[in-house]
Nanobody, 123 residues
């Protein structure tokens, strides 16, 4: 059974940083595309970042480019999202997701999801 467990969320002031982690189990982690999505109150879930099996292939939504960095440690079955220069509009529940296939930003194509971790950025 695939399980994804996020951690690292919290409350920070604008301009601050957080690092989210997602520990995966029950899957061949190193063949999965891993993604981070977020959902703010009253809004649809949106793509944030994704990483292929190799750390050299990463994708970001425009609003986080230059501020967020996705990475993975295949030996630890863990994917990370480093978030710098956080803005109030980054406030959302952040979800980790796994996809057995190439990158997409479409949440419907991901096979497994974590429970989410709250990130709150105050101005």
């Amino acid at each position: 059974q695939v399980q994804l467990v996020e951690s690292g969320g919290g409350s920070v002031q604008a301009g601050g940083s957080l690092r989210l982690s997602c520990a995966a189990s029950g899957l061949l982690f190193n063949i999965y595309t891993m993604g981070w999505f977020r959902q703010a109150p009253g809004k649809e879930r949106e793509f944030v970042a994704a990483i292929g099996w190799s750390n050299s292939i990463t994708y970001y939504t425009d609003s986080v480019k230059g501020r967020f960095t996705i990475s993975r440690d295949n030996a630890k079955n863990t994917v990370y999202l480093r978030m710098n220069s956080l803005k109030p509009e980054d406030t959302a529940v952040y979800y980790c997701a796994a996809r057995k296939g190439p990158y997409t930003s479409d949440a419907r194509t991901y096979d497994a999801w974590g429970q989410g971790t709250q990130v709150t950025v105050s101005s």
